[in-house]
């Protein structure tokens, strides 16, 4: 037992104080103590709300044990007292840090991972994922419903192989931990009662006051009181993927006043806003195909188009018996310019599953997850995501026999001298090996960090609220879950397509260059090739244009890494899938892949940023578009794959702006497509915001799979967004 001299850094002191060697009960002791002693007070919308930083140490869902060394120099500042204690304090937390900051990469990856990942060939991530537990379970069943479960499967698999006491009683102090915040809330709203003049504000401490009579022991009574404890256990752990809210607030939100409940929906919207929450699922079907859409579902487009912010993400699935009206709502909702919300398609999205083998019952309770991705709530941990690979990186390394063509590096295996290959089967062949090598790499590095994971990284509360953890007695992390499959994100699609065809049309057929000249143009960043240059550069052999001789290259690899994915395991139990969701990373991705086929330059950062074209390079139209995205085998990846269409804002003015954008996306469903976002925007615009953003403060973009205000991008994803073709 530690006798520190602070009162400052609660979870670290909970954590270090706990008298057993388990990290998820060390880990679930510290929760509790942050809990317990944690500046805490009631925010405008009536929530609960910490101080920020004032945990230097802590557990999140995304890092694990993590520090905060960046807050260290102004919380001293202020406590210049407690300099000392601190220091110590962190000396002790050092070993349990999980953060990719502070993990050694030696004790996970091998050398050749290392540096894959360093040149973002192969990427393995050392993040610990998103999920989408049952954050709901507790509204509406209660803490005391669960402290039953856990019993009842502490006292059933007691005395078997592997049982853990340590595993249950670290549960057992998260629920505690959750009640003992409810009751710190009743407090302070009692508190604050006594004094309170405002009405509007007399009505939210009250409802908290109401709220903690019962709950969250017991379950909440009403939609107002739903919110209040969803938004307690929601950021117990940082905050994450809401996941379907029109469907698991719905019995509660029925029997509560329409005026009454609007309020409190506009006041959850706000918090949800406020903490950027990453993705909200609406509507879909359920296993018979019946449609789930209801009044909340369009009160909350309403909120959209009411609101115009860009977070929280929203995602929409449809299907083949969605209603019209809500084709309307949402159409609506995504004129307002805000890209909300992304467009799922059911059919893709279930064959998807049906492939990880998803039983169908579950498969159809799926919800998006970060960006885009795909997850079964309450039932899954899916990596989300656990690694990217460059597909462009390798056709790079076949032109370079395994050497990058940035860094002059040897990265990955010898698949012979291109110039020695007599036909386009034997380049692709190359090709095929090299990403094969990035895939398997890729993988087995995403598998490493996930052992790795599961011993220093438990996720005690996550425990709770996914299926399975209790029943095995396994941690989250830890096989826990009923479903464990892994999520790899492809990068570079069109950039690979182009040059692919590029080579195999003008080396291999038409002969117009010897693989020689390519390769020496390559190695020489275009420098004194001015005309080959200028005559790839502006080829209209691009993917995105309906062209069957450019598309079907794009098909053969994209589905070719899409089905390997699917044949190697993970170490959560289940099978990797593949998707596209290049984030904020395409231009950066951009910068670490050489000279290109395609006309691409050494450094440029121009780079593909969803399943579509190269930005600009798509000129026929989005009916060409969605065309040539639809020769990919959209039930292949399960982890979202994601095609990003900008419209003119003056197509969305109109009657026939809108027959259009409907018939296009009902196509694009009907015909396969998985995923599909609208980024609403005038070209003239994003050009003045970039010399004076102070005025276009609300101008809104997607972004891979999430919003963001255009103002606040980097000036290379700004250049990635205007470069885009208008349609």
Same mark, same amino acid.
């Given at each position: 037992?530690?006798?520190?001299?602070?009162?400052?850094?609660?979870?670290?002191?909970?954590?270090?104080?706990?008298?057993?060697?388990?990290?998820?009960?060390?880990?679930?002791?510290?929760?509790?103590?942050?809990?317990?002693?944690?500046?805490?007070?009631?925010?405008?919308?009536?929530?609960?709300?910490?101080?920020?930083?004032?945990?230097?140490?802590?557990? @999140?869902?995304?890092?694990?044990?993590?520090? +905060?060394?960046?807050?260290?120099?102004? #919380?001293?500042?202020? %406590?210049?007292? $407690? =300099?000392?204690?601190?220091?110590?304090?962190?000396?002790?937390?050092?070993?349990?840090?999980?953060?990719?900051?502070?993990?050694?990469?030696?004790?996970?990856?091998?050398?050749?991972?290392?540096?894959?990942?360093?040149?973002?060939?192969?990427?393995?991530? @050392?993040?610990?994922?998103?999920?989408?537990? +049952?954050?709901?379970?507790?509204?509406? #069943?209660?803490?005391? %419903?669960?402290? $039953? =479960?856990?019993?009842?499967?502490?006292?059933?698999?007691?005395?078997?192989?592997?049982?853990?006491?340590?595993?249950?009683?670290?549960?057992?102090?998260?629920?505690?931990?959750?009640?003992?915040?409810?009751?710190?809330?009743?407090?302070?709203?009692?508190?604050?009662?006594?004094?309170?003049?405002?009405?509007?504000?007399?009505?939210?401490?009250?409802?908290?006051?109401?709220?903690?009579?019962?709950?969250?022991k017991l379950p909440c009574r009403d939609f107002v009181e739903a919110c209040i404890v969803y938004v307690m256990t929601f950021t117990l752990d940082d905050v994450d993927s809401p996941g379907h809210i029109d469907q698991f607030f719905y019995d509660l939100w029925k029997v509560t006043d329409p005026k009454v409940r609007r309020k409190a929906l506009e006041r959850l919207w706000e918090f949800f806003h406020d903490y950027?929450?990453?993705?909200?699922?609406?509507?879909?079907?359920?296993?018979?195909?019946?449609d789930l859409t209801n009044d909340l579902t369009y009160e909350i487009l309403d909120l959209i188009k009411t609101y115009k912010y860009h977070t929280p993400n929203v995602t929409l699935r449809r299907h083949k018996n969605t209603p019209e009206k809500l084709i309307k709502a949402t159409y609506e909702a995504l004129k307002s310019g805000t890209g909300l919300p992304g467009l799922y398609n059911d059919d893709a999205v279930?064959?998807?599953?049906?492939?990880?083998?998803?039983?169908?019952?579950?498969?159809?309770?799926?919800?998006?997850?970060?960006?885009?991705?795909?997850?079964?709530?309450?039932?899954?941990?899916?990596?989300?995501?656990?690694?990217?690979?460059?597909?462009?990186?390798?056709?790079?390394?076949?032109?370079?026999?395994?050497?990058?063509?940035?860094?002059?590096?040897?990265?990955?295996?010898?698949?012979?001298?291109?110039?020695?290959?007599?036909?386009?089967?034997?380049?692709?062949?190359?090709?095929?090996?090299?990403?094969?090598?990035?895939?398997?790499?890729?993988?087995?590095?995403?598998?490493?960090?996930?052992?790795?994971?599961?011993?220093?990284?438990?996720?005690?509360?996550?425990?709770?609220?996914?299926?399975?953890?209790?029943?095995?007695?396994?941690?989250?992390?830890?096989?826990?879950?009923?479903?464990?499959?892994?999520?790899?994100?492809?990068?570079?699609?069109?950039?690979?397509?182009?040059?692919?065809?590029?080579?195999?049309?003008?080396?291999?057929?038409?002969?117009?260059?010897?693989?020689?000249?390519?390769?020496?143009?390559?190695?020489?960043?275009?420098?004194?090739?001015?005309?080959?240059?200028?005559?790839?550069?502006?080829?209209?052999?691009?993917?995105?244009?309906?062209?069957?001789?450019?598309?079907?290259?794009?098909?053969?690899?994209?589905?070719?890494?899409?089905?390997?994915?699917?044949?190697?395991?993970?170490?959560?139990?289940?099978?990797?899938?593949?998707?596209?969701?290049?984030?904020?990373?395409?231009?950066?991705?951009?910068?670490?892949?050489?000279?290109?086929?395609?006309?691409?330059?050494?450094?440029?950062?121009?780079?593909?940023?969803?399943?579509?074209?190269?930005?600009?390079?798509?000129?026929?139209?989005?009916?060409?578009?969605?065309?040539?995205?639809?020769?990919?085998?959209?039930?292949?990846?399960?982890?979202?794959?994601?095609?990003?269409?900008?419209?003119?804002?003056?197509?969305?003015?109109?009657?026939?702006?809108?027959?259009?954008?409907?018939?296009?996306?009902?196509?694009?469903?009907?015909?396969?497509?998985?995923?599909?976002?609208?980024?609403?925007?005038?070209?003239?615009?994003?050009?003045?915001?970039?010399?004076?953003?102070?005025?276009?403060?609300?101008?809104?973009?997607?972004?891979?799979?999430?919003?963001?205000?255009?103002?606040?991008?980097?000036?290379?994803?700004?250049?990635?967004?205007?470069?885009?073709?208008?349609?």
């Amino acid at each position: 037992m530690y006798h520190f001299k602070t009162k400052a850094e609660p979870f670290a002191r909970g954590f270090l104080n706990c008298e057993s060697n388990h990290k998820g009960k060390k880990t679930a002791a510290g929760m509790y103590l942050a809990q317990k002693e944690t500046s805490l007070t009631i925010d405008r919308n009536g929530f609960p709300c910490y101080k920020v930083g004032e945990c230097l140490h802590y557990f @999140s869902y995304g890092d694990g044990v993590a520090y +905060d060394s960046w807050r260290y120099d102004d #919380y001293i500042a202020e %406590h210049p007292e $407690e =300099k000392e204690a601190l220091a110590e304090i962190h000396q002790l937390m050092q070993p349990y840090l999980t953060t990719s900051d502070d993990l050694d990469l030696n004790l996970v990856l091998t050398k050749e991972q290392q540096l894959l990942r360093k040149e973002l060939a192969a990427f393995s991530a @050392s993040w610990l994922g998103h999920s989408v537990p +049952d954050f709901q379970g507790i509204f509406l #069943y209660g803490t005391d %419903h669960y402290r $039953e =479960k856990i019993e009842k499967y502490r006292a059933i698999n007691r005395g078997k192989e592997g049982f853990d006491n340590d595993f249950y009683d670290a549960l057992i102090i998260i629920l505690d931990a959750l009640d003992i915040t409810g009751e710190r809330l009743s407090a302070i709203a009692a508190d604050e009662l006594k004094n309170a003049t405002d009405p509007e504000r007399i009505e939210l401490l009250e409802n908290i006051i109401r709220t903690f009579d019962h709950a969250p022991k017991l379950p909440c009574r009403d939609f107002v009181e739903a919110c209040i404890v969803y938004v307690m256990t929601f950021t117990l752990d940082d905050v994450d993927s809401p996941g379907h809210i029109d469907q698991f607030f719905y019995d509660l939100w029925k029997v509560t006043d329409p005026k009454v409940r609007r309020k409190a929906l506009e006041r959850l919207w706000e918090f949800f806003h406020d903490y950027r929450v990453w993705n909200i699922c609406l509507s879909g079907s359920d296993e018979n195909g019946n449609d789930l859409t209801n009044d909340l579902t369009y009160e909350i487009l309403d909120l959209i188009k009411t609101y115009k912010y860009h977070t929280p993400n929203v995602t929409l699935r449809r299907h083949k018996n969605t209603p019209e009206k809500l084709i309307k709502a949402t159409y609506e909702a995504l004129k307002s310019g805000t890209g909300l919300p992304g467009l799922y398609n059911d059919d893709a999205v279930l064959a998807a599953l049906d492939r990880l083998g998803i039983p169908k019952a579950d498969a159809h309770t799926y919800v998006m997850n970060g960006c885009n991705q795909i997850d079964i709530p309450g039932k899954s941990h899916m990596g989300l995501e656990d690694g990217q690979v460059n597909i462009a990186r390798a056709v790079e390394l076949a032109l370079h026999n395994g050497i990058s063509g940035v860094t002059g590096n040897s990265i990955s295996i010898q698949t012979g001298d291109p110039c020695s290959f007599e036909a386009f089967d034997d380049f692709y062949a190359a090709v095929i090996r090299q990403l094969d090598y990035l895939i398997d790499n890729c993988t087995d590095g995403c598998n490493r960090f996930q052992r790795y994971y599961a011993v220093e990284a438990p996720q005690p509360f996550r425990s709770i609220l996914i299926e399975g953890c209790i029943e095995k007695g396994l941690d989250y992390k830890n096989r826990g879950p009923l479903y464990g499959n892994g999520q790899i994100l492809a990068e570079g699609i069109a950039d690979a397509a182009d040059s692919l065809a590029a080579i195999k049309k003008y080396v291999y057929e038409e002969k117009r260059y010897t693989m020689e000249e390519l390769v020496d143009a390559i190695n020489k960043n275009f420098e004194g090739y001015d005309a080959m240059y200028h005559f790839l550069k502006n080829s209209k052999l691009r993917f995105g244009n309906d062209i069957a001789y450019v598309d079907d290259i794009a098909a053969d690899i994209v589905n070719h890494f899409n089905s390997r994915l699917l044949t190697i395991e993970t170490f959560r139990g289940g099978h990797f899938s593949g998707g596209c969701s290049p984030f904020v990373e395409a231009p950066e991705y951009g910068v670490w892949t050489g000279a290109l086929p395609n006309g691409k330059k050494r450094g440029e950062t121009l780079f593909a940023d969803s399943i579509g074209a190269t930005p600009g390079r798509d000129e026929n139209g989005p009916t060409a578009l969605i065309n040539s995205c639809l020769k990919f085998d959209h039930t292949l990846p399960g982890s979202g794959f994601i095609l990003n269409v900008k419209f003119d804002k003056s197509v969305f003015a109109s009657k026939e702006g809108e027959h259009v954008f409907c018939s296009l996306w009902k196509s694009f469903a009907e015909r396969g497509g998985q995923m599909m976002t609208a980024t609403v925007v005038s070209q003239e615009d994003l050009l003045d915001a970039q010399v004076h953003p102070e005025d276009h403060g609300d101008l809104i973009v997607r972004v891979g799979g999430f919003c963001d205000r255009f103002v606040d991008l980097s000036s290379e994803l700004q250049k990635n967004v205007i470069a885009r073709t208008s349609h």
